[in-house]
């Protein structure tokens, strides 16, 4: 067990310093950071007033699939953050190994597998949309309603809202302090384009984050009140911004951050450090 253990470990090792994942990685970056581009494109247009189309992730595949090539495009997206979860999960398996306190490691390993989950459920999305099999409206009232009805599903529904509230906390503490610079390699964070790349972060990962916090507290609404409808995914967390008092100026605010924060997967790419 112990000698088949240390051949998985050297394998993920080889794996993960090997230039084909390298490219890899940067390729799904790229495509990650076009998803964010035309979520704040849509955001953008949902705060001067038009909601034809769903300011989110699955909304944003869907607007790409209308493009000409849309469908090869999305496969593409699919592709991309099909590599990026082969990268996270390899990292929560063999990675962090820098880190000589074993708790911080598992932290950050439990981490890599969660980073893992997103670019799954969103290369998900992408494989149902290039298979036209998704749906144009999103289903999370019936999955919370769901939830609602397990046993403790009430709070099972308020522990996921503040989860998702700690993950946006996180990218804004992130974007606050300046931390995603350490992504970067030493090139990206030198010169004028390292100053470039910090302000598209910070703006980028704080707004994120926002928008995330807006979801979770749209969760955690829905699990006091014991109301499934309470909840919902971006979309509707930017439309309770369009309704608030100045609340256009905050959604382009929020849209604009966004758009920095896909910019900013974008020097990831080109100044990938990990």
Known sequence: MGET???AHNMGNDARESSWLDYAIRA????????HLIVAWLAAQLALGDKSESA??????????????GSFLVWLVAI?????????????????????DESKRWRKRAGSLGKAFLYAVLAWSAFKTATRSGSSGGNTD????????????QFIVG??????????????????TDKFMEKLDAQGQSGKDG?????????????????????????AYAAITHTAKK????????????????????????????????????????????
């Open 195 to 219: 100053s470039t790349y910090q302000k598209l972060g910070k703006a980028g990962y704080i707004a994120k984050g926002i928008a995330i916090i807006l979801v979770g507290g749209l969760f």
């Open 56 to 69: 989110s992730n699955t909304g944003a595949l869907q607007t790409l699939a209308k493009q000409p090539m």
């Open 28 to 35: 799904g970056l790229v495509a990650y950071g076009a998803v």
């Open 142 to 153: 019936s999955t919370t309603a769901k939830l609602m009805d397990l046993p403790a599903g």
């Open 5 to 7: 253990a240390a051949k």
């Open 231 to 274: 909840s919902g995914g971006l979309d509707q967390a930017l439309q309770t911004v369009r309704e608030q008092p100045f609340g256009q100026v905050l959604l382009l605010a929020i849209a604009l951050g966004i758009a920095c924060y896909g910019l900013f997967c974008f020097a990831r790419a080109r100044h990938l450090d990990e």
């Open 159 to 176: 522990a996921v809202g503040l989860a998702i509230i700690g993950y946006g906390a996180l990218l804004v503490y992130r974007g606050w």
């Open 80 to 100: 991309g953050m099909l590599l990026l979860v082969l990268w996270r999960v390899l990292e929560f398996a063999t990675g962090h190994r820098e880190e000589s």
